[in-house]
C-alpha cells in the first residue's frame, strides 16, 4: 500500500525542470499522461528541496518527448489521492507529447532508469505469447543447453503476490544456477548457451558475460525481451545478474517448486518467497512501482571487473543512432573517404571498421568497390543495412566488439583470408586503451599480407587561441587523441605510419574541427630474425 | 666549518622536516595506494573474461583450423562470427 502523509493539502506543479510537489510526501507515485502509465517515483529518494518545495527532475531518457500539450496526473500508487490532473504545456510547446516509440507504441520509464513498454499496454493474447515464449526459453536451456532456469524478477513477483504479472514490468526475467567454480568458466558456459539459444532459432542478444537477452517476436510486430542471467556462488557469497549479491542458500533455489502465472506452468525457486526477499528486500510484498535496486557496491564492482566491458558505451550508442542527433551525420562520403578513394586501386575491396550510419561504406560501393561494414552498435547496423538494401549495393553488414576479443580474433581470421585496405574515421577517439590495442591486433592479422590502414581522428594539439578545443561531437562519446601516442601504439603493435596529415576537418556531426589528424599506415611482414628470434 | 650545536641544529631540523613531509604524505599516500591497489585488483578481474574469450576462439576455432581442410575452416570462422 502507498503512505502518502501530508501535513496539508498537498499538490504538484508540473514543469520543464519536473514534477515540484508541494508539501511532505513520502509514498512512490505515479505518473501517467493522456491516460498511460509513464514513470513512477518515490520523492524522498528521487527528489530535491527547492524554493518550492521537493523538485523530482524529469528522467533523462523522457526529456527528448517533453515539447507539447499533455494531460498529465501524478498520484498516489491505486489512484486514490491525485496530486495534479491537468493539461500542461512543456517544451517548445509545439503540437502534442507523444512518449512512444518510432513505430508509435507507447513508452514507459522502467526501475534501472531505461525506456520500455509495460504490460499494462499489453492485451490478453500479447501476454500469452509472452509467457508461452518465457516458456520455451526455459525448456531450451534444459534441452539445448543443459541447464536448468527458473522464473525469477518480475514476473515471480506478480507470480507470487497477486497470480499475475505486474501492471508496469516491461519483460520476462530467467535464472539459472551455473555449477562454474571461476567466473572465466561460467562465461564460457554462457557462450555455450548462447550457441544452443541460436541454434533453437532464438534472436539473441548479449548483455555481459553471464546474461544474454532473447528477442521474442509478436503478432502485433513488437518484441518482447526475456532476460537469461546466469546466478552462482563464490566464496559463499550468491551472485545473480543483474547485479544482485548477498547470501541467499542453494536450498532456497533447488529443487524447483513450481509456480503458475495465467495459466503457464513454471519452475521457481525452492523457496520464493526467500528469493524475494533477496531481491527485494523484506518490504516485498507492498506494491512500489517505483521501486530500484540497491546493489552492494562490492558485489557490482567484482561483477563489473569480470564479466563486462565490452558495451559500456552501446546504451548511448543505441540512442544517438535511434534518435534525431544520427540525422545529423551527413548522407553523401566524407572528404575523408574521397581522399582514400582516389589513393585506392580500382575495385580494391576495403574494410569499413566503425562505420556508424554506412555513409562512408555506400560511398566506397558505389565507386565499385566491395564493402565490409564492421559496426560496433546494432542499431546502426540496421540502419546501414536498410541503406544498402535499398540501393542494392556490394555492401556485406558485420559485428565488431573492439572491447570483445572474441570478435576480433575472428574478424582478423576472415580479413587476412580475404585481403581488404581497412577504414576507420573517427573510430579512434570512441574507443579505451584496451579497445585500441584490439585495434592494432586486428589490423596486424589483417594487413601483413598487404594492404594500407587509413585512420582519421580529432586530434590534440597545438591551435591558435586562449581556449582549450573542444571534444569533436556526438558530445561525450568521442574524445580527442594526441597523435604522439597513437604513433608510438602503431610502431609497438608492429605498424608503419608512411603518411601522416594534421589540419583542419570536420567531426562526426560535420560541425568544423579545427584539428584532425590522417594517417596511411602498413603492416610489414615480420621478417625471419623477427619470427625466429634464435 | 660549521660549529656543532649549530651543525645538530641543522640536522634536527631536517629530521623534523622530514617527519612532516612523512605525516603529510602518508594519508595521502594510503588513498593513493588504496585506489591502486582497487584499479589492480578490478584489472586481475577483467583477465577472467580475456581467458574466457581466448579459450572459446582456441575451443571452436583451433580443431578446423589443424584441419588445414580450406573449406572447412572457412565455413568454420563464419559460422563463429555469426554465431557471436
Redesign the interface.
Known amino acids: 500500500m502507498s503512505s502518502l502523509t501530508s501535513p496539508r493539502a498537498v499538490g504538484a506543479v508540473v514543469s520543464d525542470a519536473g514534477i515540484t510537489l508541494l508539501g511532505s510526501i513520502d509514498g512512490p507515485l505515479v505518473l501517467s499522461v493522456d491516460g498511460r502509465y509513464v514513470w513512477s517515483f518515490s520523492p524522498v529518494r528521487d527528489g530535491r528541496p527547492t524554493r518550492a518545495g521537493t523538485l523530482v527532475e524529469w528522467p533523462s531518457v523522457l526529456r527528448r518527448f517533453l515539447h507539447g500539450s499533455a494531460r498529465v496526473r501524478v498520484s498516489d500508487v491505486v489512484g486514490e489521492r491525485v496530486l495534479v490532473d491537468e493539461e500542461v504545456v512543456l517544451g517548445d510547446g509545439r503540437g502534442t507529447i507523444e512518449i512512444v516509440d518510432p513505430q508509435g507504441l507507447p513508452l514507459a520509464v522502467d526501475k534501472v532508469g531505461h525506456l520500455c513498454r509495460a504490460f499494462s499496454a499489453t492485451d490478453e493474447g500479447i501476454r500469452d505469447e509472452i509467457l508461452a515464449g518465457t516458456r520455451r526459453a526455459i525448456d531450451d536451456l534444459r534441452e539445448a543447453c543443459g541447464v536448468e532456469a527458473y522464473l525469477n524478477y518480475g514476473a515471480l513477483l506478480g507470480a507470487v503476490r497477486d497470480g499475475a504479472m505486474i501492471a508496469h514490468d516491461s519483460d520476462t526475467d530467467i535464472c539459472y544456477l551455473s555449477r562454474q567454480a571461476?567466473?572465466?568458466?561460467l562465461?564460457?558456459e554462457s557462450?555455450r548457451i548462447?550457441?544452443g539459444l541460436?541454434g533453437r532459432g532464438w534472436n539473441v542478444l548479449?548483455m555481459s558475460?553471464g546474461d544474454v537477452k532473447l528477442l521474442l517476436p509478436l503478432s502485433d510486430g513488437r518484441q518482447c525481451h526475456i532476460d537469461v542471467f546466469v546466478a552462482f556462488h563464490v566464496d559463499g557469497t550468491f551472485y545473480q545478474l543483474g547485479n544482485r549479491s548477498g547470501r541467499l542458500p542453494e536450498s532456497a533455489i533447488v529443487p524447483f517448486s513450481t509456480i503458475t502465472l495465467h495459466g503457464h506452468e513454471f519452475p521457481a525457486p525452492a523457496d520464493p518467497e526467500a528469493m524475494l526477499a533477496f531481491v527485494y528486500g523484506p518490504g516485498w510484498r507492498v506494491p512500489d512501482p517505483s521501486f530500484a535496486y540497491a546493489d552492494p557496491v562490492a558485489g557490482v564492482?567484482?561483477l563489473?571487473?569480470?564479466?563486462r566491458?565490452?558495451r559500456t558505451d552501446m546504451g548511448r550508442w543505441t540512442e544517438f543512432y535511434r534518435w534525431a542527433e544520427a540525422g545529423r551525420v551527413g548522407r553523401p562520403g566524407s572528404a575523408f573517404a574521397r581522399w582514400v578513394h582516389r589513393q585506392l586501386p580500382r575495385g580494391a575491396a576495403i574494410a569499413d571498421l566503425g562505420a556508424g550510419t554506412g555513409r562512408d561504406a555506400v560511398h566506397f560501393a558505389r565507386h565499385g568497390r566491395p564493402v565490409l561494414a564492421y559496426e560496433f552498435s546494432r542499431a546502426a547496423r540496421g540502419t546501414i543495412r536498410r541503406r544498402v538494401a535499398h540501393q542494392d549495393l556490394p555492401v556485406d553488414v558485420?559485428?565488431l566488439l573492439l572491447n570483445?576479443?572474441?570478435?576480433v580474433?575472428?574478424?582478423g581470421?576472415?580479413l587476412s583470408?580475404d585481403p581488404h585496405h581497412l577504414y576507420a574515421r573517427q573510430l579512434l577517439g570512441c574507443l579505451d586503451d584496451a579497445a585500441r590495442a584490439n585495434l592494432w591486433l586486428l589490423c596486424r592479422m589483417a594487413l601483413r599480407g598487404g594492404g594500407r590502414l587509413f585512420l582519421e581522428f580529432s586530434a590534440l594539439g597545438p591551435v591558435a587561441g586562449p581556449e582549450p578545443v573542444a571534444d569533436p561531437g556526438p558530445a561525450g562519446l568521442v574524445q580527442r587523441l594526441d597523435p604522439e601516442l597513437v604513433r608510438r601504439e602503431i610502431e609497438a603493435a608492429g605498424g608503419r605510419i608512411d603518411l601522416e596529415e594534421l589540419g583542419p576537418g570536420v567531426d562526426m556531426l560535420g560541425d568544423p574541427d579545427p584539428i584532425v589528424c590522417r594517417l596511411r599506415v602498413a603492416w610489414p611482414r615480420p621478417t625471419h630474425r623477427e619470427r625466429n628470434p634464435r | 666549518m660549521t660549529s656543532a650545536p649549530l651543525s645538530r641544529a641543522r640536522a634536527r631540523a631536517r629530521f623534523l622536516q622530514d617527519r612532516v613531509q612523512r605525516v603529510r604524505r602518508r594519508p595521502i599516500g594510503v588513498f593513493a595506494r588504496l585506489n591502486a591497489l582497487?584499479e589492480e585488483?578490478?584489472e586481475?578481474?577483467?583477465l577472467?573474461?580475456?581467458?574466457?574469450?581466448?579459450?572459446?576462439?582456441v575451443?571452436e576455432?583451433l580443431v578446423p583450423l589443424a584441419h588445414r581442410d580450406e573449406e572447412w575452416t572457412?565455413e568454420a570462422?563464419?559460422r563463429?562470427?555469426v554465431?557471436?
Open positions: 571461476s567466473p572465466a568458466e562465461m564460457l557462450y548462447e550457441r541460436r548479449r558475460g564492482r567484482r563489473d571487473g569480470w564479466l566491458g565490452f558485420r559485428m570483445e576479443l572474441r570478435t580474433l575472428a574478424a581470421a576472415e583470408r | 582497487e585488483v578490478q586481475q578481474r577483467q577472467n573474461r580475456r581467458l574466457a574469450e581466448l579459450t572459446d576462439v575451443a576455432l572457412r570462422v563464419e563463429y562470427r554465431d557471436l
